[in-house]
């Protein structure tokens, strides 16, 4: 499939195109994971991170059409002032958190398998590792700094499919 990111499009598969994706990382600090990967690359990067969001994320309101592929646009979400977004667009909070999950899953593939799973406690000798079964739960694919960016949109939900935890601004 090919990269699209028509809003409310039946092909569509990113929230974010490639330009605004470059332009977002030209005014963010240490992106050269970014800049160093191809056009092709950067492009996969996007349509996981949008895959990934669309899949973690149980966002609020309702999607604006039944034929479109992803789950933006949306009626009846609220920005952080309490204005409805329109429905008719991918507003920049998603934009900017799909183009930072991009760039998180160039470095490494956030959505692996952990690799001490299986292992309660590992140890040689007097040397003991005792591995916390709390940080492999699935909140863990999407990193903080996109948590934060998507705060109050939705819930991030857990490996059994309930909500882990309801993203919201205090």
Do not use: C
């Amino acid at each position: 499939m090919a990269f699209d990111t028509t809003i409310a499009g039946v092909n569509a598969n990113s929230y974010t195109s490639l330009a605004t994706a470059s332009t977002y990382f030209s005014e963010r600090l240490n992106s050269t994971v970014w800049t160093a990967a191809t056009s092709a690359l950067q492009e996969t990067a996007l349509i996981h991170a949008t895959r990934t969001l669309d899949f973690w994320v149980d966002w609020e309101g309702y999607r604006s059409t039944e034929e479109q592929n992803l789950r933006w646009p949306r009626y009846d979400v609220q920005d952080l002032d309490g204005y409805t977004f329109d429905s008719d667009i991918i507003p920049d909070f998603l934009q900017d958190a799909t183009a930072e999950l991009a760039y998180y899953l160039l470095q490494e593939d956030r959505t692996a398998e952990p690799d001490t799973k299986g292992f309660k406690e590992l140890g040689v000798g007097s040397l003991k590792l005792v591995v916390d079964k709390e940080d492999r739960d699935s909140i863990t694919v999407i990193p903080d700094t996109v948590l934060s960016m998507i705060e109050g949109y939705g819930e991030v939900r857990s490996r059994g499919g309930s909500p882990f935890a309801k993203l919201e601004r205090t």
